[in-house]
């Protein structure tokens, strides 16, 4: 398979204050009737992974206006997560909350049973971290269940390759699939990127991207509070096998909006890193990542991000054309604020076009249409670009870990998994990371472990 063409606040900090693997099996390809194509219908939602995240997804999927949502069943591994979710949307959403005590499951079965209390044609919300995606898509796609998935999708070669084969299985059921890259649904990165394919910064050369913040991803050793498994789900951004790292989770939006720019994914990418001032910190992240990805036809990308404190800041994407430049995103992901300039200057002097202001909310947007598809019946499957974005992200990742040039051929069929057990989960299995001897987690040794991560 080679590279293919693409076609208000964040979810994280929306709940700030509230609060498993084997071979995909066959699924039959049978045809799910439109249950829910008439606004009459109300149309029953689960959420599993009851952060913030997960919080944030079911406010903007209760928050729909073209018919009747209500939010039936709940299911994560943490019981204060719950208890903090429900707090929350109980208050903002009591008249569309049908969610008793017998419905709120806590456990790694716990997305079986909240799928179980949805009909054919309903939606389920996925926002566990991202290891635990596939089997639970799996399941949902045999129940005939409409899925929304929070970004990234996959880890690995492996887990892409099997979320890509599930995506068409889903397709085949004329199920809907959301993937929460929400900058897709972005009105005003949707006309910029218009006015880019028009020519109207000339032809495009450079993008370049960064997510340059204070701190995030740096996780300290377990104090024996919870066992080493559920210690490593909560600060699942520290460990690969849970979240493909901090950087899948920072930079995935940003490679994704400038490769959407391109409409095209990079076939290469060479990258670095380092860790700095760890002091007791074992995650397994570097705090730099510096990415090179090239294209096909030579134009590059570079990709910046820094979670270290006290250094500069920037949060920004841009795109260089031969005639002009654009921003595609400012300071965070929403609002985008995108506009143009007539050369390389970026925010100096006027720009010669800008996207008007107040924006409409894409994480707001992207469940508006889903909703919509799942009404109307119209074809809605974001699981391949959602699969290919995660892909891009952590061939960036690779590279930076190997020390060497990795290709988007080889990321997507390379054969180290993370996790191959996450579907066999329960409270009393094994960490799949174990502590060294030197008391922190196996860490990234470019040049050296060259094949693999870890």
């Known amino acids: 398979m080679t590279p293919s063409n693409a076609q208000g606040s964040s979810r994280r900090s929306f709940m700030k204050q509230a609060g498993a693997v084997s071979a995909a099996s066959a699924l039959a390809g049978v045809y799910v009737p439109p249950v829910h194509a008439g606004e009459q219908n109300t149309i029953k939602v689960a959420l599993v992974g009851c952060g913030g995240r997960g919080t944030g997804a079911a406010a903007n999927a209760l928050s729909v206006e073209n018919g009747p949502i209500k939010l039936v069943a709940m299911a994560d591994v943490f019981q204060d997560k719950m208890d903090g979710s429900v707090t929350y949307l109980e208050e903002k959403f009591s008249s569309q909350m049908d969610v008793p005590e017998e419905r709120r499951f806590i456990g790694f079965d716990g997305y079986r049973e909240a799928i179980d209390c949805l009909d054919p044609g309903d939606v389920v919300i996925f926002t566990t971290p991202p290891a635990f995606r596939w089997p639970m898509f799996q399941y949902a796609i045999e129940k005939g269940i409409n899925t929304f998935m929070e970004k990234p999708v996959t880890v690995d070669g492996p887990t892409t390759r099997r979320m890509i084969e599930l995506g068409e299985r889903a397709k085949e059921k004329n199920l809907k699939v959301g993937v929460g890259l929400m900058c897709r649904h972005c009105d005003a990165r949707k006309e910029l990127h218009q006015r880019i394919k028009d020519g109207e910064i000339g ?188 892909l891009v992200t952590a061939m960036g990742r690779m590279a930076a870990h190997t020390g060497r040039v990795v290709t988007f051929d080889e990321m997507l069929n390379h054969e180290h998994e993370f996790a191959p057990e996450v579907d066999s989960f329960t409270m009393d299995s094994p960490a799949p990371l174990q502590l060294l001897a030197s008391g922190i987690y196996p860490q990234p040794e470019p040049g050296r472990l060259r094949d693999r991560e870890f």
């Open 203 to 390: 032809d495009l050369h450079t993008l370049r991207s960064y997510r340059q913040v204070g701190g995030g991803g740096l996780i300290g050793p377990n104090d024996g509070d919870m066992s080493e498994l559920l210690y490593q789900i909560r600060n699942f951004h520290g460990f690969m096998w849970a979240s493909g790292g901090v950087i899948m989770d920072y930079m995935i939006h940003n490679i994704d909006e400038s490769c959407w720019m391109k409409d095209a994914w990079p076939v290469t990418a060479q990258a670095q890193g380092a860790r700095l001032y760890r002091g007791d910190k074992v995650d397994q992240n570097f705090d730099n990542y510096s990415i090179e990805y090239t294209f096909d036809d030579g134009t590059k990308l570079f990709v910046y991000t820094r979670n270290v404190p006290r250094c500069h800041q920037e949060f920004a994407s841009y795109a260089h054309g031969t005639k002009g430049s654009a921003v595609i995103s400012t300071s965070s992901h929403t609002p985008a604020k995108c506009r143009i300039y007539p050369d390389q200057r970026i925010d100096q002097g006027e720009p010669t076009w800008a996207f008007p202001q107040p924006e409409p909310n894409p994480y707001q947007l992207e469940w508006d249409h889903l909703i919509s598809a799942i009404r109307n019946d119209e074809p809605w499957n974001e699981v391949r670009r959602g699969a290919e974005a995660s």
